[in-house]
């Protein structure tokens, strides 16, 4: 089963990188403003929100192959609508099918939870690091392509913009087939055998997601965010959620405007990919390393990192001159290991909060929440860059990634 989830996001990762890479460029291509640039990315992690909802929904009630297979063939669908509305330049067909094609990126993030749940607790942060590893080459080689596949849209006869996405309607497709043909048992289902709730909590799903946000008594000592053995001392989902958020607002923000930043200072979409490969790079290939850290250490020291590190990659990028290729890369870089950080640790916490085989239903909505956060990021990007210049963006970035780290070191005082 980890082999399925490893082999669906290996070609699936290809889908993450068209909206990121060509999306602020396509707004302001199309809408003629960059004011207006943040909107593609607004609309697909809203789409992601939406997604994340109905797959959540999806794998509480059927299981994570239908799904997680569902999300990907709707991430695809958007894709092609995407294609088609660059195509026939047609503003009115583009922001919806952004909406859709969000649900393959929130799919592509929620398979991280699959790979948590037959995992023992000891090990859950390094299980789901691994899902998320496999992420990385396909996503990496997403941005490098964006060349090569838009020779291929103009070859076709439609805009060089529109071809990153065709990349990421096949590789949706591929992800939804390899799901729903070859994940078999479903690992939430066999979760859910092997470890069933207990005959005292007969409630339904929901409720239990409810109770699960405040502390489990169905926990396992070794987890690395639990104290000693009965009820969890440790945070709840509420906490794993905002390390998550917080992480998730200026990271979109800054990954949203950089490319604009630089074709405005005069660099080429082969740059642009290339910059926007290591930021994805960085986002998921530390996944084995973090899950590692998190399961050693515990979620919260690596959660008060992420924050330490995001806030520094912002006020890199602040610093940096507009042509200066190799300082914006590393900014981004830095940007993208700072969101792995706070994603698996902030992950980490919220399956340690939940009954084992349950919460699906909560998994979904931390997720809708993350794609809300990214979302904001996104939409408040392109103004703040309006309004005060890209460096005014970063450094407000820098100030907010900052707030995790006083979160999180609360939690673990609270929970000592």
Known sequence: MLAVLVASQLVSGAGLTAGIVVGALLAEQMLGSTGLAGIPTALFTGGSMLGAFVVGRLCQRRGRRPGLGAGYAIGALGS?????????????????????YGAGTATNLLARYAGADL?????????????????????????????????????????????????????????????????????????????????????????ADADASGGSDSGDAADPVRKGAGRPRGPGVATGLWIMLIGQLPKVALMTMTPVHLAANGHGTGTIGLVVSLHIAAMFLPSPLTGLLTDRLGALPVAAASGVLLCAAALLAAAAPGDSVPLLAA?????????????????????AALPPGRGANTQGLADVGLAVAGSTGALLSGLAVTAGGYDTLALACAATALLVTPLALRAARAGA
């Not at 609508?81 to 922001?95: I, N, R």
């Not at 290991?337 to 902030?346: E, K, Q, T």
């Open 80 to 100: 092609v609508g995407v294609v088609a509305a660059v195509a026939l330049d047609q503003v009115a067909l583009l922001l919806p099918s952004l909406l859709v």
């Open 331 to 351: 900014a981004l870089t830095l940007a993208g290991i700072a969101w792995n950080l706070g994603l698996v640790s902030g992950t980490a916490v919220i399956t």
């Open 119 to 207: 995992a023992a607790p000891h090990r859950r942060a390094r299980d789901l690091g691994r899902v998320l590893l496999a992420a990385t080459l396909g996503a990496v080689a997403g941005p490098n392509l964006v060349p090569l596949t838009g020779d291929l849209a103009r070859a076709w006869g439609i805009p060089p913009l529109a071809g990153p996405f065709l990349l990421a309607a096949l590789g949706y497709t591929a992800a939804a087939v390899l799901l729903t043909v070859l994940l078999r048992p479903d690992p939430l289902h066999l979760a859910r055998a092997r470890l069933p709730v207990p005959e005292t909590d007969t409630r339904a799903d929901t409720r």
